[in-house]
C-alpha cells in the first residue's frame, strides 16, 4: 500500500475485477452506481488502499474498489460518512472486532488518523486511558491505580469513591455511605503509601497537612495506628487521629479515646498533637522524669503512656535516681507552684511548697520543714522531734520540729518530756541532752509524700 507521508498497513497492489476496463486517461476518481471509484493510471481499478481526493483527505478503496464510509481500516483508522480519514478528533463510534460489535464507546484519532490504544493519552491538558482496542475506559483501572469520571478524563486530587472491586472496608466512624476519599497525582495515579515491616498505615502530607492512607490508597479517619506490628494496648505511641475531613490534628484535641487502648477513665479525653499530628505521651507511671515535661505555651504538662496529661500529686525523677513531688492542676493539667494545700493518694489534704519549677520542696522555706515538698511535723504525742533530711552519702541534716511542723529556733534549748534539744541559729540540732549531734547523726526519716 502506498500514501506518500502517511503510514499505512495494507497491501500495495494493482487489482482488476477479473474484466478489463478502457483506461482513463489519466485515472483518479470516478461515481459508478453511486460508488466513488479509483483508477490508476493503467486504468484498473485500485483495491485495498489509500488514496487523496481533491481536497487533499485521504479517503480508503476496500476490497471491492469502492470508497469505504463509516468503516474502520485495519482496526486502526475509521472513514466517516463521507470517506474521509478521520483525525485529530473524538469519535463515538460502535467497533467490530473479529465480528464482534461492541456498544458504542469513545475513540481519539491521533493526527495521523490511528486510533489511540492500550495506553494513556493528555488530551487537552487531561489524561485519557484506552484500552486494547482503543476505546476510552471510565471507572478504576490501570490495576485500580486510576480512575476515570463519565467523561473519560482522569481524576485529579481529592474524589470519593467506592472502592475497587473486591477492596475491604475500614469502618468510618463519620461516614458509612460505602465510599472512600482517594488522592490521584497530576500524572492521574492515586497515592499509595509505602510501607514496610508489617505496617498497614501511612502518611501523606498534602497542602501542608497531613493525611493517612491505607494499602489500597484510601483515606483513613478516627484513630489508625501507624506504627509497625502490633500496637501496644497500655500506650499511644505511634496513633494518630484524623477528623472528619481526614486531616491529621494538631494541638489540643478532644476525643473518644482509641478503644485498642486500655487504662482511660473518661469517655472523652484530652489530647495534644504536634504540628506533625504525633501525640504527646509519656512513659510508664512512677517513671517519669523532668526531661518528659512538656511545655506548651507559657505552661508545663506531663502527659501518660494514654496520651492524656496527669493531675494531681506526681513522682517525678529529677537527676538519675533522685526524685520529687510535682502537682500538676487538676482542671488546667499544668505544673504548680509556691505553697498549697494538696490531696494526697492517701485521701489526706496536706500542706506542700514547690519550687519556682515546680519541685516539691525540701528544707526550711518560712520557717516550716518540707522534704520534697511534703510538711515534716513531729509525730503525735511529742511536742518535737528531730528529722534527719540526708544531705550527702552518709550525712544528715537534723532539724528540731513541733507538731505543726515550725522549725524551732533555740541556742538555749528547749525540753520535751525532760530532754533538752539545742539548736544553731540555723535550725540544725547541735546537740541533746549532753549528746553533741553532728551530721553523721541520724533520727528519724523524714516523712515521703503519699502519691497518687
Same mark, same amino acid.
Given at each position: 500500500?502506498?500514501?506518500?507521508?502517511?503510514?499505512?498497513?495494507?497491501?500495495?497492489?494493482?487489482?482488476?475485477?477479473?474484466?478489463? !476496463?478502457?483506461?482513463?486517461?489519466?485515472?483518479?476518481?470516478?461515481?459508478?452506481?453511486?460508488?466513488?471509484? &479509483?483508477?490508476?493510471?493503467?486504468?484498473?481499478?485500485? $483495491?485495498?488502499?489509500?488514496?487523496?481526493?481533491? =481536497?487533499?483527505?485521504? !479517503? *480508503?478503496?476496500?476490497?471491492?474498489?469502492?470508497?469505504?464510509?463509516?468503516?474502520?481500516?485495519?482496526?486502526?483508522?475509521?472513514?466517516?460518512?463521507?470517506?474521509?480519514?478521520?483525525?485529530?478528533?473524538?469519535?463515538?463510534?460502535?467497533?467490530?472486532?473479529?465480528?464482534?460489535?461492541?456498544?458504542?464507546?469513545?475513540?481519539?484519532?491521533?493526527?495521523?488518523?490511528?486510533?489511540?490504544? =492500550?495506553?494513556?493519552?493528555?488530551?487537552?491538558?487531561?489524561?485519557?486511558?484506552?484500552?486494547?482496542?482503543?476505546?476510552?475506559?471510565?471507572?478504576?483501572?490501570?490495576?485500580?491505580?486510576?480512575?476515570?469520571?463519565?467523561?473519560?478524563?482522569? &481524576?485529579?486530587?481529592?474524589?470519593?469513591?467506592? %472502592?475497587?472491586?473486591?477492596?475491604?472496608?475500614?469502618?468510618? %466512624?463519620?461516614?458509612?455511605?460505602?465510599?472512600?476519599?482517594? *488522592?490521584?497525582?497530576?500524572?492521574?495515579?492515586?497515592?499509595? %503509601?509505602?510501607?514496610?515491616?508489617?505496617?498497614?498505615?501511612?502518611?501523606?502530607? /498534602?497542602?501542608?497537612?497531613?493525611? @493517612?492512607?491505607?494499602?489500597?490508597?484510601?483515606?483513613?479517619?478516627?484513630?489508625?495506628?501507624?506504627?509497625?506490628?502490633?500496637?501496644?494496648?497500655?500506650?499511644?505511641?505511634?496513633?494518630?487521629?484524623?477528623?472528619?475531613?481526614?486531616?491529621?490534628?494538631?494541638?489540643?484535641?478532644?476525643?473518644?479515646?482509641?478503644?485498642?487502648?486500655?487504662?482511660?477513665?473518661?469517655?472523652?479525653?484530652?489530647?495534644?498533637?504536634?504540628?506533625?499530628?504525633?501525640?504527646?505521651?509519656?512513659?510508664?507511671?512512677?517513671?517519669?522524669?523532668?526531661?518528659?515535661?512538656? !511545655?506548651?505555651? =507559657?505552661? $508545663?504538662?506531663?502527659?501518660?503512656?494514654?496520651?492524656?496529661?496527669?493531675?494531681?500529686?506526681?513522682?517525678?525523677?529529677?537527676?538519675?535516681?533522685?526524685?520529687?513531688?510535682?502537682?500538676?492542676?487538676?482542671?488546667? @493539667?499544668?505544673?504548680?507552684?509556691?505553697?498549697?494545700?494538696? =490531696?494526697?493518694?492517701?485521701?489526706?489534704?496536706?500542706?506542700?511548697?514547690?519550687?519556682?519549677?515546680?519541685?516539691? *520542696? $525540701?528544707?526550711?522555706?518560712?520557717?516550716?520543714? &518540707?522534704?520534697?515538698?511534703? /510538711?515534716?511535723?513531729?509525730?503525735?504525742?511529742?511536742?518535737?522531734?528531730? /528529722?534527719?533530711?540526708?544531705?550527702?552519702?552518709?550525712?544528715?541534716?537534723?532539724?528540731?520540729?513541733?507538731?505543726?511542723?515550725?522549725?524551732?529556733?533555740?541556742?538555749?534549748?528547749?525540753?520535751?518530756?525532760?530532754?533538752?534539744?539545742?539548736?544553731?541559729?540555723?535550725?540544725?540540732?547541735?546537740?541533746?541532752?549532753?549528746?553533741?549531734?553532728?551530721?553523721?547523726?541520724?533520727?528519724?526519716?523524714?516523712?515521703? %509524700?503519699?502519691?497518687?
Amino acid at each position: 500500500m502506498r500514501k506518500s507521508g502517511f503510514i499505512i498497513l495494507g497491501l500495495t497492489a494493482f487489482l482488476t475485477l477479473g474484466t478489463s !476496463r478502457t483506461a482513463l486517461a489519466a485515472g483518479g476518481w470516478s461515481m459508478e452506481n453511486g460508488k466513488w471509484m &479509483y483508477y490508476d493510471n493503467s486504468g484498473y481499478i485500485v $483495491t485495498d488502499e489509500w488514496q487523496r481526493g481533491a =481536497d487533499n483527505l485521504w !479517503r *480508503y478503496l476496500n476490497g471491492h474498489g469502492e470508497m469505504a464510509v463509516n468503516s474502520w481500516v485495519d482496526d486502526t483508522y475509521y472513514v466517516d460518512a463521507n470517506g474521509i480519514m478521520v483525525s485529530g478528533k473524538w469519535m463515538k463510534l460502535n467497533y467490530s472486532f473479529n465480528g464482534d460489535t461492541s456498544e458504542e464507546h469513545w475513540y481519539y484519532f491521533l493526527d495521523n488518523g490511528k486510533v489511540v490504544k =492500550d495506553t494513556w493519552k493528555k488530551i487537552d491538558n487531561k489524561w485519557y486511558h484506552f484500552d486494547l482496542e482503543g476505546a476510552m475506559e471510565t471507572g478504576w483501572m490501570d490495576n485500580d491505580m486510576s480512575y476515570s469520571g463519565d467523561d473519560g478524563a482522569a &481524576y485529579i486530587g481529592w474524589h470519593k469513591l467506592y %472502592p475497587p472491586e473486591g477492596q475491604e472496608r475500614r469502618d468510618d %466512624p463519620y461516614d458509612d455511605d460505602g465510599k472512600y476519599w482517594y *488522592y490521584f497525582t497530576s500524572t492521574g495515579k492515586k497515592f499509595v %503509601p509505602e510501607l514496610s515491616n508489617g505496617a498497614d498505615y501511612g502518611e501523606k502530607r /498534602i497542602d501542608g497537612t497531613y493525611y @493517612c492512607f491505607d494499602r489500597s490508597g484510601a483515606m483513613q479517619t478516627g484513630w489508625v495506628y501507624v506504627g509497625e506490628g502490633e500496637a501496644d494496648d497500655s500506650s499511644i505511641k505511634d496513633y494518630r487521629f484524623y477528623n472528619s475531613s481526614g486531616k491529621g490534628v494538631t494541638g489540643w484535641y478532644s476525643a473518644e479515646p482509641p478503644v485498642t487502648v486500655r487504662g482511660y477513665e473518661n469517655e472523652v479525653e484530652w489530647f495534644y498533637f504536634s504540628k506533625s499530628g504525633v501525640p504527646k505521651y509519656g512513659p510508664e507511671e512512677g517513671t517519669a522524669s523532668t526531661k518528659d515535661f512538656v !511545655r506548651i505555651g =507559657d505552661k $508545663t504538662y506531663l502527659f501518660n503512656q494514654r496520651g492524656t496529661p496527669v493531675t494531681g500529686l506526681q513522682k517525678v525523677y529529677v537527676n538519675g535516681s533522685d526524685y520529687s513531688a510535682y502537682y500538676f492542676d487538676p482542671i488546667s @493539667c499544668t505544673v504548680q507552684t509556691g505553697k498549697m494545700t494538696v =490531696d494526697e493518694g492517701d485521701g489526706n489534704k496536706t500542706q506542700y511548697y514547690f519550687s519556682t519549677g515546680g519541685k516539691g *520542696y $525540701t528544707g526550711v522555706q518560712s520557717g516550716i520543714l &518540707y522534704y520534697k515538698g511534703k /510538711i515534716q511535723k513531729a509525730e503525735s504525742g511529742s511536742k518535737y522531734e528531730v /528529722i534527719s533530711i540526708p544531705a550527702s552519702s552518709g550525712k544528715y541534716t537534723n532539724y528540731l520540729i513541733n507538731n505543726s511542723g515550725k522549725m524551732i529556733k533555740s541556742t538555749s534549748g528547749v525540753k520535751d518530756n525532760g530532754v533538752k534539744y539545742i539548736t544553731n541559729s540555723s535550725g540544725v540540732v547541735t546537740k541533746i541532752g549532753e549528746e553533741v549531734i553532728d551530721s553523721s547523726s541520724m533520727f528519724r526519716e523524714p516523712e515521703e %509524700p503519699a502519691w497518687d
